[in-house]
Each structure stands twice: as structure tokens, then as C-alpha cells.
């Protein structure tokens, strides 16, 4: 017998744990394009939110080359928690972890493809959100993937990077919160009762023609 109140429980547990955990998971996240049509130069985090800006707009840029941009009337620093989100999609954990796991490993090069584009190994930035123990130096945060393994840390681990110094291969972790979609995809919920309505209307007038 098909036992619903186990289900419930189940989905209840499982929505808790993603609650209590706040980690961002590898589905929760998709390419947006930015300026043009097919640039993909956005990732958006439906769980936060948040929209990141593709790290290689800034590659080797210091956090004061990157301030000197006209960047800062739509994106802001992300903070050392949500760049530490974002990469538990491809390992939950803290600090610098490592894994040859296929499927870690799938979902490392996901993330790192969508938030640089350059075909390199790495995807990483530094950020003034992620302040470290001495004055002016910065957490740097990165995912690593290759066919062998896939290495990942949180910025708070790998610190620091003056705020002067600019790395190759470094961009920097900008967020925003996701604008308002103005024209938003129906949810197939809502999908399911238009058509439920256009069936009604069509019964109703074939009704009235049968009565006519």
C-alpha cells in the first residue's frame, strides 16, 4: 500500500536539510546573457537569487583594478559566505577539498565552464567581501576540475591577495540580485489550468451549438 505519510516525511526531511545546510546545489544554477543575446556572461543562482558575473571580465585584474570600473552600479563584492555557497555545488565541505569522484568532478567542471569562459582549468577570484587577518588582503576562492580530479576551496582558506596584486587567471567574485523578470515563464502548475480552462470553453460552446 502506497504509504503517503512516509513520503511527506521524506520530502520534509530532504527539504530540510537543504534549508539548514543553505547550499546552493548544481541545478539551482543556469547561464543568463548579460549585454547580448547568447553571451552567457551571467550565472544565476535560483536558490539566492543572485546573479555572478563571469570572472573572466576581470581576469588579472587587482580588487582596486577591478573598483575602477563601471562595474559597481550593478554589481557589488560577494561576500565570503556566498562565494562559499556557490562552491559547495561541486563539494559540500569548508576549507580546501579534493575529490576523483565522477560525478564531483561533472559538477565542478559545470560550474567552472559557466563562470569562466576561457577553457582553462581554473575558475577563480578574489573579492573584498572576503577580508582576511591582515589589513588590505583578500581571500581568493576557486573551483579546479580536470578529467582526473577536481579540487575546490573556499577563499577564506586561501588567503590573502593584496588589494594592489592582480593574478593571471584571477577574475573577481561580483554578484547582484537577479532583476524582476517582467515576462515570466509560466509555471507548468499554471500551464496545467489554462488548459484545463481552454477544455471548459470548448465543451461550453460545443454545448451551446448542441442546444442551438
Keep these: 500500500m502506497f504509504n503517503i ?3 511527506i516525511l521524506t520530502l520534509v526531511f530532504t527539504v530540510g536539510i537543504h534549508t539548514t545546510a543553505n547550499a546552493t546545489i548544481i541545478s539551482d544554477l543556469s547561464e543568463r546573457d548579460w549585454k547580448t543575446n547568447g553571451d552567457g ?16 571580465l576581470t581576469e588579472g585584474n587587482s580588487i582596486l583594478d577591478t573598483e575602477a ?34 560525478a564531483d568532478i ?17 575558475a577563480r577570484g578574489i573579492s573584498r567581501g572576503s577580508p582576511g587577518p591582515i589589513a588590505n588582503e583578500f581571500g581568493l576562492g576557486f573551483i579546479h576540475a580536470t578529467s582526473d580530479i577536481t579540487i575546490v576551496s573556499d ?39 489554462m488548459g484545463l480552462g481552454l477544455v471548459g470553453l470548448s465543451l461550453s460552446r460545443r454545448k451551446c451549438k448542441l442546444s442551438a
Excluded at 41 to 56: I, R, V
Excluded at 73 to 78: L, P
Excluded at 168 to 181: E, F, H, I, M
Design 69 to 102: 570600473l563601471s562595474l559597481f552600479s550593478e554589481f557589488r563584492w560577494a561576500t565570503s559566505s556566498e562565494i562559499d555557497d556557490l562552491i559547495d555545488a561541486t563539494l559540500f565541505g569548508t576549507g580546501r577539498r579534493s575529490s576523483s569522484d565522477a
Design 155 to 193: 577563499p577564506a582558506t586561501n588567503c590573502c591577495i593584496h588589494e594592489t596584486q592582480g593574478l593571471q587567471g584571477t577574475g573577481s567574485w561580483l554578484v547582484r540580485t537577479a532583476p524582476v523578470n517582467t515576462n515570466p515563464v509560466p509555471e507548468p502548475a499554471s500551464i496545467a489550468l
Design 106 to 122: 561533472d559538477r565542478s567542471t559545470k560550474l567552472r565552464d559557466m563562470l569562466a569562459k576561457t577553457g582553462d582549468i581554473f
Design 5 to 7: 505519510t512516509k513520503v
Design 41 to 56: 556572461l551571467l550565472t544565476y543562482d535560483s536558490s539566492t537569487g543572485l546573479e555572478w558575473l563571469d570572472l573572466t
